[in-house]
């Protein structure tokens, strides 16, 4: 039974905030876009706390999302979105994996939090 099955709803892309950037990821996605960091963090991230996150449109979907192409930079998307929901903070705490299958029709309901602890690490 799988634990995890994407549905391509795109929720996972909708709000706002916690989608940090690392140097890594600012320098692969301007690359990626052709254009210079500074200008890349200018367009499209704002600045919170000393750290970047990537922007949200007016629909408050994340800059890059795309209705019909779904993520415009999948190639060089963020650690966090390759992950999801088989991010650290889900894995690591039963509470968040709970809130998580609220938010991500693709969890599957009928396996435990252990069994998808462990098919996260396959
Ligand atoms: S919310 Fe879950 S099922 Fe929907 S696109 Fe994101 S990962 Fe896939
Ligand atoms: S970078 Fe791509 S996968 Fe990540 S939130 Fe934005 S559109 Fe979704």
Not at 14 to 23: F, R
Not at 31 to 57: I, V
Not at 110 to 118: H, I, L, N, S
Request: aromatic residues 12%.
């Amino acid at each position: 039974m799988k634990a995890f099955q994407c549905r391509m709803c795109g929720d996972c892309c909708y709000g706002e905030g916690g989608l940090y950037l690392e140097q890594r990821e600012i320098d692969d996605i301007a690359r990626f876009l052709e254009m210079t960091p500074d200008s890349f963090l200018s367009r499209y991230c704002e600045e919170k706390h000393g750290r970047y996150q990537l922007k949200t449109g007016h629909d408050r979907f994340c800059v890059f999302f795309h209705k019909e192409k779904r993520c415009l930079i999948h190639p060089v998307k963020p650690k966090l979105c390759i992950l999801w929901p088989f991010s650290p903070a889900i894995v690591s705490d039963k509470e968040n994996w709970e809130m998580a299958k609220d938010a991500c029709p693709g969890i599957n309901l009928g396996c435990t939090f252990e069994e998808f602890v462990r098919q996260s690490k396959e």
